[in-house]
T-cell receptor
Framework: KAGVTQTPRYLIKTRGQQVTLSCSPISGHRSVSWYQQTPGQGLQFLFEYFSETQRNKGNFPGRFSGRQFSNSRSEMNVSTLELGDSALYLC???????????FGQGTRLTVV | AQSVTQLGSHVSVSEGALVLLRCNYSSSVPPYLFWYVQYPNQGLQLLLKYTTGATLVKGINGFEAEFKKSETSFHLTKPSAHMSDAAEYFCAVSDPPSGTYKYIFGTGTRLKVLA
């Protein structure tokens, strides 16, 4: 059974640009959540999608957005990148909202 | 709001020694509790989980954790450390019965195993 796939693994972007990260959940999983991991702030919840609807959003500015498609694949977008957006972005896949989460290997975003 | 405290950002043990990583949560009702491990440049791997039922939970790689409601704790243990256990460990909580589906993570504990 394939795990959670995140693409790309590494990204380097310039301040002011925008970026799109992709996540393919485990087959049959309907919930996808995104987390940001930084040395200073640790693991912070960005948002959760379930059945193509955003169910919950963390305390991040509106520059961070996401969506989920009918096949449960999800994308997150960050516009007008700032240096502080440099982080490891992790996608978590769950069969249902109350089951355990399985994480992808993450996308390492570096903003220069 | 729920929070998770992991005591000790760095823990060192000798190979073969007991591993004990501490996790305390703040909640008036028992939440769902998880331990994850992260190796360098990798995502999080689920070690074990507690939702309901038996309070002693066994996970992968010889790890186990005990849910103690009276102490609001969910400490992770392993009887004998192996070099391959060196990694960062995260405790997390969620509370689906109350509508809190997101995970709240502790700040992590980096485990070093000494030869």
């Amino acid at each position: 059974k394939a795990g959670v796939t995140q693409t790309p693994r590494y990204l380097i972007k310039t301040r002011g640009q925008q970026v799109t990260l992709s996540c393919s959940p485990i087959s049959g999983h309907r919930s996808v959540s995104w987390y940001q991991q930084t040395p200073g702030q640790g693991l912070q919840f960005l948002f959760e999608y379930f059945s193509e609807t955003q169910r919950n959003k963390g305390n991040f500015p509106g520059r961070f957005s996401g969506r989920q498609f009918s096949n449960s694949r999800s994308e997150m977008n960050v516009s007008t990148l700032e240096l502080g957006d440099s982080a490891l972005y992790l996608c978590a896949s769950r069969r249902d909202r109350n089951t355990e989460a399985f994480f992808g290997q993450g996308t390492r975003l570096t903003v220069v | 709001a729920q929070s998770v405290t992991q005591l000790g950002s760095h823990v060192s043990v000798s190979e073969g020694a007991l591993v004990l990583l501490r996790c305390n949560y703040s909640s008036s009702v028992p939440p769902y509790l998880f331990w994850y491990v992260q190796y360098p440049n990798q995502g999080l791997q689920l070690l074990l989980k507690y939702t309901t039922g038996a309070t002693l939970v066994k996970g992968i790689n010889g790890f186990e954790a005990e849910f103690k409601k009276s102490e609001t704790s969910f400490h992770l243990t392993k009887p004998s450390a192996h070099m391959s256990d060196a990694a960062e460990y995260f405790c997390a909580v969620s509370d689906p019965p109350s509508g809190t589906y997101k995970y709240i993570f502790g700040t992590g504990t980096r485990l070093k195993v000494l030869a």
